[in-house]
């Protein structure tokens, strides 16, 4: 359950990532 919950929270903070990079790219 631990390691589902840790992938879970990984891919949200992947989405995250991933958004606030195209998001900088564009200001930049």
């Known amino acids: ?3 589902r919950i840790t ?3 990984d891919s949200d ?3 995250l ?3 606030y990079d195209v ?3 564009g200001l930049v």
Do not use: P
């Open 17 to 19: 990532l991933k958004a």
């Open 1 to 3: 359950m631990k390691q």
């Open 23 to 25: 998001n900088i790219s």
């Open 7 to 9: 992938v879970t929270v």
């Open 13 to 15: 903070s992947y989405q």
